[in-house]
């Protein structure tokens, strides 16, 4: 059945949240926020300002709450979307379980490898939706939220059979967004893992754009290879891509490992070039925020699933080990900055 105003809780009200939650409010769903204060205050008192190419529109005050228990105690919700970094989905997860309220299905719109196992091992696979979205977002002040390109697809699978994966499309749906909804969850969300692996962990270690790594012939030939790296694990676990937001991921599938590491440089040059270019990715802006990385279940994933299956992977190895030294404080990031040769070097 379908909800007619669906009550949303957002858990995690950054860009992806306040985005999500802008959408949904104008839509005409009764949107809940839990973030830090900054945001909720903002978002009380003005609303939330959605900035996107096409202009500028401007939500009534939401309701806001400071944690996933005080929203939880102060109403009932269809939905909850959880939108936190992954290693913020263990504490978000301890906070609802303290809750004496009942918590709603969750939809995961987070990026990364392990978040929808975490949360139906807490709730049970049919309170779980994984879900993917592929829109650059950025927020220049608190209660704003600016998308860069009008590009507004989602993709939804259910974790269980009887996960609302159907109402939360439709609500994602009246909201603009293009939403398909697909049966296996692990392809969707290793899917979305091809789409954030290129041009991320390298971005963050050598401090450089995305358009720089893909304009040297070495650290781009470490893109393709660890993009390779990805098929092969996720063809040893038998997930299959799907083509998800545009990219044909499903037809690349059984040619992506075959092919020269420079000619497969070069294609990802382009798509990563027209998506991002100049725009730091997640991992960078992490490492210069001196906040936790979420490389682990970005580029660890691939390697832990790698060691699980036999599959090789030096390259997401040593983004993930390197990256995590950075952000833990045991490398130094200024012996990185802009060494790509030291990269290189380093990978093998």
């Known amino acids: 059945m379908a909800w007619a105003e669906p009550r949303i809780l957002i858990i995690g009200a950054g860009a992806v949240g306040s985005w999500v939650g802008a ?30 190419p096409a202009g ?10 400071l944690s996933p228990g005080a929203a939880l105690a102060a109403a009932t919700y269809d939905l909850a979307i959880l939108t936190v970094k992954a290693y913020d989905t263990a504490g978000a997860l301890a906070e609802l379980g303290a809750s004496r309220a009942t ?28 879900g993917a979205i592929e829109t650059p977002l950025t927020v220049p002040e608190p209660g704003a939220v600016v998308a860069h ?38 392809r969707l969300k290793w899917s979305k893992l091809l789409l954030n692996l290129p041009a991320n962990a390298a ?22 290879r660890a993009w390779q790296e990805a098929f092969r694990v996720m063809a040893a676990q038998s997930i299959a891509p799907v083509s998800l937001a545009g990219y044909p991921l499903a037809a690349l599938a059984p040619v992506v490992t075959r092919l020269p590491v420079s000619l497969l440089a070069r294609g990802l040059r382009r798509t990563v070039a027209g ?4 725009k730091m990715p997640s991992l960078r802006e992490g490492l210069a925020a001196g906040k936790r990385s979420e490389v682990a279940w970005l580029n660890g ?24 030294a950075l952000a833990q404080g045991r490398e130094e990031w200024s012996a990185w900055r802009d060494q790509p040769r030291r990269l290189t070097k380093f990978i093998g």
């Not at 259910?158 to 603009?176: C, D, F, I, N, S």
């Open 301 to 324: 994933a691939v390697a832990a699933a790698g060691a699980a299956t036999g599959i090789r992977t030096p390259v997401n190895h040593a983004y993930t080990d390197l990256l995590s």
């Open 56 to 65: 500028e529109r401007r939500t009534g005050p939401l309701a806001g709450f």
């Open 103 to 130: 918590c709603p299905p969750i939809l995961s719109l987070q990026n990364g490898i392990g978040n929808e196992e975490a949360i139906a091992e807490k709730l049970g696979p049919d309170a779980v939706i994984a």
């Open 275 to 278: 998506g991002r270019g100049s």
């Open 149 to 186: 390109r009008a590009r507004y697809r989602a993709g939804l699978a259910p974790v269980g059979g009887g996960a609302p994966a159907a109402e939360a499309a439709a609500a994602l749906r009246r909201a603009g967004l293009q939403t398909d909804v697909y049966e296996d969850y692990r």
């Open 23 to 52: 959408r949904l409010a104008l839509s005409g769903a009764r949107v809940t926020l839990v973030g830090r204060r900054p945001v909720v205050e903002a978002a009380r008192s003005a609303g939330l300002r959605l900035v996107e």
């Open 203 to 224: 971005c963050a270690i050598l401090d450089w754009t995305p358009a720089q790594i893909m304009a040297d012939s070495e650290t781009a030939a470490l893109e393709a």
